[in-house]
């Protein structure tokens, strides 16, 4: 065989191998829907109220915030990414199997925050693969292995709900077990090994040398914090707040369905738009979005088609500060320094979701206008930090 031969034959494996992880990715993708859309609705039925719910959805957080990039940066020294993706995958069913067999709200709470650490690397060491992937090959599109994540939560949204008006509120859980054991299984079967995966050197890891942002990138981070924050009482309560309107849970899984594919959209023709030149216009727009779109939930309660149109806003609330974010970070952080800068922003996201989370499962208690009422004016704040940030930039 000759180099030439052997440097195709090898490009063609890595192509095979990022068919594989696309269909691992799409496997293990839908427990984001699930989990996003219906989680609380279990919760609830097992007798957690309001603010017990949202500190549940808010401690995983906390913990991952931590957590999951140490997890990560040991697993990135072993060179064992793809091993560790799929321990990750096999402790999802798991752990949602000892959520069910907990006793009571209690221990189901110490269950759901243990469960959902032991999944969190997951997410994380797919993209690293994907990433290592596409070290390996130049051809390997990073953005259309990723997708498949995306339209797995879409899917689990909108059939999940269809689901799960056939099944009694407890018996939700058995679902999650089902459809992630399921992903666990396939996941072992199909995903690259650790020995396919040529993984760069460090791709968790931080960067050598701490750097301290720039102004600029402060308030980006601090924007981006605010505003994807802002969506913790949409995440946490809204399949509550629908279903009390009258929202069957197969219409709610559609709702949620809805907001997934418009992101995916914006997403599929951010390049066609400019997205790179026009990073801080995406990031103003989409806290411009958010504001909006929390004040018309707090003043008018869409239900219905309503709460499907109004969704179709995540694209701009979350997508367009997904990838205006993104962009303005590239330009701002310093070139050894980039790893960093994303570090930053996701733990800075975190913890607003967490405190935000937190925070709605009481404000949710004094009524969906409230709660809805006080993520606006955070998403105000991030718009106003958004505008300064482009003054800065430029």
Known sequence: MTSSQSRAGDGADTLVLARRLSVALFATGAVYGLNLAFLPLWLSARGLDPKAIGLVLAAPTFFSIFL???ICAVIDRRDRLASGFVAAALATPIGFAAMAAAPSPTWVAVASVAAATARAPMQSLGDALAFA???????????????????????????GGF???RAPGESIIWIFVAVTGAGALTALAVAPSDRDVDAPAGCLARAAVWRRPSRALVAVIAAAALIQGSHATLYGFASLGWRDQGASDGFIGVIWATGVAAEIGLFALAGRVGVAKRA????????????????????FSPAGWGALVLQASH??????THLGTLYLAAGLAPK????QAQGWINSAVAATTMSATALSGALWSMGAAVAYGAMAAMAAAGLCLAVFAGRRGG
């Open 68 to 70: 999951t990039p140490t």
């Open 133 to 159: 992937l596409v070290a390996k090959d130049a051809r390997v599109d990073y953005g259309r292995v990723r997708l498949w994540v995306s339209a797995a939560v879409l899917i689990a949204m909108a059939g």
């Open 163 to 165: 689901a799960l008006e």
């Open 280 to 299: 801080r216009a995406f990031l103003i727009f989409g806290a411009a979005a958010a504001c909006a779109r929390w004040l018309i939930a707090a003043i």
């Open 315 to 320: 694209l701009a609330s979350y997508g367009a």
């Open 336 to 339: 050894d320094a980039r790893a």
